[in-house]
């Protein structure tokens, strides 16, 4: 979608919203796959009730971006604008136990500096790409920690009251890989509240997850990490794995050889191809252990 109305371009300015006309977000998506739209950067929080109701008045459908870690965009050109928060300089502050940060910032840059300091928790996170906006909105987790469990606090543009609202952690309910943010909900910062430990320690357990992960996970591919969610006691990566699907492939878009829970971009992948490898390989499981595997990637198609 193109904004040409001069008017409401002009209104972005005011709003210290940056205009990026035509960006291709397979250049913004981890999986490489994506159209194309305008994207708009948004420098300053408190500008998004106003620049919402622009968008409503204009007719203007929006998404809001994170890190593109965890999310399949259609193909082509796309029906509506793309929102994303700029990152500001410093994006964590820490307060005793309790690191404030910015949506925009980076996850892993984020838990190494809190480490740095001494505050730790976060160590089976490094190594997830992403914005801590975008870890928290799905509560992102990895070996046994998940990070809802350390959130105190949450400012968020509410998509139903389109206003900015605070929320106490004990308001939000976390579960796996869910939280009760509508879909449409953008995070805007975090309070989290860090258990203190020796930097030396916390670097250990960073270490061990690092190496956990290189061995069982395609990093250097493009991916969204896992495609599916684990079904309650059951692996959808070992399930896909037993049904000897690792290499199966749509064009492009093919279950990793590493970890069958992984369908990387090995080229040229549309999202229509990964669409389909996706329909496939839940077809066939469901056949076989007769368990409709959900999506853990979120999908964005027209
Ligand atoms: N397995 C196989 N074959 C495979 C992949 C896995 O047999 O191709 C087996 C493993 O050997 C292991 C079991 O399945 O016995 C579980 O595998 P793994 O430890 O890799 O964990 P997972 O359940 O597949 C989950 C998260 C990951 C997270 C890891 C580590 C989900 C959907 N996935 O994977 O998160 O990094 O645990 O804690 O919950 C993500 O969220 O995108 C993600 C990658």
Redesign the pocket.
């Known amino acids: 979608m193109r904004i040409r109305d001069p008017k409401v371009v002009a209104k972005f300015a005011e709003m210290h919203v940056d205009l990026q006309p035509g960006k291709v977000l397979a250049d913004l998506t981890s999986l490489g796959i994506g159209g194309t739209t305008d994207l708009l950067r948004i420098k300053n929080h408190e500008s998004l009730p106003d620049l919402l109701k622009l968008l409503d008045a204009n007719h203007i459908q929006h998404k809001f971006l994170g890190g593109g870690s ?1 999310l399949l965009v259609g193909d082509g050109e796309l029906p509506w604008v793309v929102l994303q928060l700029v990152r500001p300089e410093p994006d964590v502050v820490l307060d005793g136990n309790f690191a404030h940060v910015d949506a925009a910032a980076d996850l892993g840059r984020m838990i190494t500096f809190c480490a740095k300091n001494d505050l730790g928790g976060m160590e ?1 996170l490094i190594g ?1 790409p992403g914005t801590v906006g975008g870890a928290l909105r799905m509560n ?5 920690m998940q990070i809802g469990s350390y959130v105190r606090e949450v400012k968020l543009f509410r998509a139903a009251s389109r206003k900015i609202e605070v929320l106490r952690g004990n308001q939000i309910s976390f579960e ?2 869910h939280t009760s943010f509508a879909p449409d909900d953008m995070m805007l910062a975090v309070i989290l509240e860090l258990p203190c430990k020796p930097y030396k320690e916390i670097l250990q357990g960073i270490r061990i997850c690092n190496e ?2 290189r061995s ?2 395609p990093l250097g591919q493009k991916s ?3 495609i ?3 079904p309650p006691g059951a ?4 399930m ?3 049904l000897g699907l ?1 290499g199966l492939s749509v064009g492009d878009a093919r279950v990793s050889d ?5 369908f990387v971009n090995a080229g040229r992948a549309s999202a229509k191809d990964m669409l389909r490898l996706i329909a496939e390989v839940r077809e066939r499981v469901q056949k076989t252990y007769g368990v409709s595997l959900e999506n ?1 990637v979120v999908v964005w198609n027209a």
């Open positions: 965890n089976g997830v992102a987790g990895a070996y046994g796996y890989r956990k992960r069982s996970q969204a990490g896992c599916f969610k684990n692996s959808a990566g070992r896909i794995d037993e690792k590493r970890h069958a829970n992984f853990e």
